[in-house]
Nanobody
Framework: QVQLVESGGGLVQPGGSLRLSCAAS????????MGWYRQAPGKERELVAV???????HYADFVKGRFTISRDNAKNTMYLQLNSLKPEDTAAYYC????????????WGQGTQVTVSS
């Protein structure tokens, strides 16, 4: 049974930081590209960052150096370090796994809520 479980979300003040984790099980983790997406109420889900099976990365323009995606294949875990958070970063953040060469993610996590507010 494939499972992606996000954790680390919460309430943080503007300018603060959070570290999100995505723990994967039931799949050959090292064979998948991994990504973080987010969705705010009333908005479409959008890509935040992706990391290939060997660690190459790509970020959405709105990140502007504030976020860092990483993965530890030995632990079957992916991370997203969120720094300098803004209220507009408030959203549910989702983990996704995608086989190399396919057009969309194969699996999704349940999401973890990030709320940035003073």
């Amino acid at each position: 049974q494939v499972q992606l479980v996000e954790s680390g979300g919460g309430l943080v003040q503007p300018g603060g930081s959070l570290r999100l984790s995505c723990a994967a099980s039931g799949l050959l983790f090292g064979s998948y590209a991994m990504g973080w997406y987010r969705q705010a109420p009333g908005k479409e889900r959008e890509l935040v960052a992706v990391i290939s099976s060997v660690g190459s990365t790509h970020y959405a323009d709105f990140v502007k150096g504030r976020f860092t995606i990483s993965r530890d294949n030995a632990k079957n875990t992916m991370y997203l370090q969120l720094n300098s958070l803004k209220p507009e970063d408030t959203a549910a953040y989702y983990c996704a796994a995608q086989r190399v060469g396919v057009s969309r993610p194969d699996y999704w996590g349940q999401g973890t809520q990030v709320t940035v507010s003073s």
